[in-house]
């Protein structure tokens, strides 16, 4: 069966330096996304692409994030400058249509020293 | 309020046994509906997507009432494999279908014990 892959499995990283999370969606998956799960608390949607672009964000998704797909497979998520507070489980998603099931990936572990 | 919303358990329950878990969500905006289970420090699996008809899949019924905004899962003859949280989701999508989002609930956890 198809599966999203993302890598690294964890990272660690001093307080502001920029840290690049990637995944790989199912092939003929169109629509990507980013979630993140703190410890102990719910999984929280942070950004949706399509067609290459943005289609929405929330409110966590600020400057210091960005996301891109530098190809046909790979779609990454930057952190610019991390924080603490950034330190996380970090999960990409992908779906083949906007009401279709997403299907997730394993997740990157990142904590911030 | 919150957007979906969940009793966080624990339900322990003998192995056998029948449990159900309640979901309700505010966003009348919610198009599509699913349960996913979360195994610890795992990702969150699709279980299953839930249809106001009702649907099953073997042991494991859902059932989602739009006009309450409420949601259902029901797990039958419950294994010692079905430990874990499971998660009440909703998607949420723009008028223009333009883009979605999912919102989880926090989750229930399921502890089952021989």
Not at chain 2, 64 to 89: G, M, P, W
């Amino acid at each position: 069966e198809p599966e999203v892959t993302q890598t690294p499995s964890h990272q660690v990283t001093q307080m502001g330096q920029e840290v690049i999370l990637r995944c790989v969606p199912i092939s003929n998956h169109l629509y990507f996304y980013w979630y993140r799960q703190i410890l102990g608390q719910k999984v929280e949607f942070l950004v949706s692409f399509y067609n290459n672009e943005i289609s929405e964000k929330s409110e966590i998704f600020d400057d210091q994030f960005s996301v891109e797909r530098p190809d046909g497979s790979n779609f990454t998520l930057k952190i610019r400058s991390t924080k603490l507070e950034d330190s996380a489980m970090y999960f990409c998603a992908s779906s083949e249509g906007v009401s279709q099931p997403q299907h997730f990936g394993d997740g990157t572990r990142l904590s911030i020293l | 309020r919150k957007e979906v919303e969940q009793d966080p358990g624990p339900f322990n329950v003998p192995e056998g046994a029948t449990v159900a878990f309640n979901c309700t969500y505010s966003n009348s905006a919610s198009q599509s509906f699913f349960w996913y289970r979360q195994d610890c420090r795992k990702e969150p699996k699709l279980l299953m997507s839930v249809y106001s008809s009702g649907n099953e899949d073997g042991r494991f019924t859902a059932q989602l009432n739009r006009a309450s905004q409420y949601i259902s899962l029901l797990i039958r003859d419950s294994k010692l494999s079905d430990s874990a949280t499971y998660l009440c989701v909703v998607n949420v999508t723009s008028d223009s279908g333009g883009y979605n989002k999912l919102i989880f609930g926090a989750g229930t956890r399921l502890a089952v014990h021989p």
